[in-house]
């Protein structure tokens, strides 16, 4: 299984957002959706074997998504349509529990260390995206790989993550936007996969 984890640090919680308007209106929901697309898109069809979790932490109560490719529907490609399957969880009364509100998409109230925590019990290997981080293996073909957003990521998350056991990895000695990087992560992954 592999995992992506994306941290939307004004990302809203609440669906009063507009489709028309995502980057102005939303908290940057836009840059979280399209790591939605890179993390599940194929030419033809849906990645299965990957999950995507959008910490959202522009409200009073942070909230995550969960998109999991073994049930996933209705996703296209567009960032609009990703962002109204968003507005959809939205709009559902979210508690500490996992609800599903169309297929495949999930929501819940909780932050990174909930997240985080769930995923290493899981027995899911830790791998966190810096720039400065030490050169990402080209055997891994599984974990769960947290990213910052157009922000980057605190000081106090970097200490929480590092506190988890996660490993600091780089993918390129450039600063890459965190949807490209997803891309890059699933090709390596990929390679190691067939390789293996
Ligand atoms: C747009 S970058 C953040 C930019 C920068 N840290 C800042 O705050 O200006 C979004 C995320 O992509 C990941 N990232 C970008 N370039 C990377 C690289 N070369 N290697 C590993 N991760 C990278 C990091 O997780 C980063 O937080």
Not at 87 to 116: H, V
Not at 137 to 165: C, K, N, P
Request: proline share 4%; charged share 25%.
């Amino acid at each position: 299984m592999r995992d992506f984890v994306i941290v939307g640090h004004s990302a809203k919680t609440t669906p009063d957002f507009s489709l028309e308007d995502l980057p102005g209106t939303s908290g940057r929901m836009d840059v979280l959706c399209r790591c939605i697309n890179s993390a599940f898109m194929l030419s033809h069809g849906i990645r299965r074997d990957v999950r995507c979790h959008l910490i959202l932490m522009g409200g009073p109560e942070p909230k995550i998504l969960r998109f999991d490719g073994s049930r996933l529907r209705h996703l296209n490609p567009d960032e609009r349509s990703t962002a109204a399957l968003i507005k959809r969880a939205l709009s559902i009364d979210a508690s500490p529990f996992w609800r599903e509100s169309t297929p495949g998409i999930y929501i819940r109230k909780g932050d990174l260390r909930s997240l985080l925590e769930s995923l290493r019990d899981d027995g899911q290997r830790l791998y966190y995206l810096r720039e400065d981080g030490a050169q990402l293996s080209g055997t891994v073909s599984e974990g769960a790989f947290i990213l910052g957003d157009h922000t980057g990521m605190r000081d106090d998350e970097e200490q929480l993550i590092e506190s988890m056991g996660a490993e600091t990895v780089s993918i390129s000695p450039l600063s890459l936007h965190a949807d490209h990087c997803i891309v890059i992560i699933n090709w390596m992954c990929d390679n190691a996969a067939v390789r293996r």
